[in-house]
């Protein structure tokens, strides 16, 4: 079965903040170049973007039905994402769909509900080095990654990291300024598995790197659990003593 993909993004960078500024690295918009990179690691695959601005900002109902692993860009515009599209998606998570969390999506109103804290960080934007380390090398998003992926130019990011422990933890960063970051972990929620990535700024063409799709491609077959039947597990009630009538069965 060929994976469905829905890379979103808010687009305001793109659309009204610095259009001009964007299109040196990302003429076609962040969702763009994501979307393109997994076309090309993921050729059997289905990709579509989605767009703050789009109606239902481009998540209704039957496009998240149709997503195996939404991968989420937002930066500006946290506040402006509708609730109601939030709960839809967590709704899914929980069924499970597959989310990636991407950068400064650690703010966003769906990742922060599902992990239950205020996901803050300490931050610089330096223009700094990243030097991004695999710290659990046997785990199926590390594969084929190199060790350590040198990002020249990048946003610093911090500890720390406002997240619960995470379950897997993948990738860790160290940077020129002398932070160090947890940035690459993992999640289960309900149904739904949960991966946050910190590198791609949209200042920097992070996200033109090859081990940085790489690592995004491993995220999305990770986290894809597309023969699940996409049901979020619900409270039951049980007679007593419901086992010995499967026993006599």
Partial sequence: MSLRITVWNEGVHEARQDPAGMAEYYPDGIHGAVAEALRAHLPDASVRTALLDDAEH???????????????????????????????????????????????????KIFTRLLGTTCSLSWRNAAEREVVWTVDPTHPIAEGVPSPVVIPEQETYGEFFDIPAPDELIFISSFSGGEVFRSGCAFHRGRGRIFYFSPGDERYPVYHQPEIQRVLANGVRWAARPDLQRTAPQVSNPARDWFLEQQRS
Avoid: I, K, N
């Fill in 58 to 108: 481009g998540l209704p109902e039957e496009v998240l039905a149709d997503t195996d692993v939404l991968l989420w860009w937002g930066h500006l515009a946290h506040a402006e994402v509708s609730d109601e599209v939030v709960s839809r998606v967590q709704r899914h998570v929980l069924g499970g769909m597959g989310l990636l969390v991407l950068h400064s999506g650690h703010f966003s």
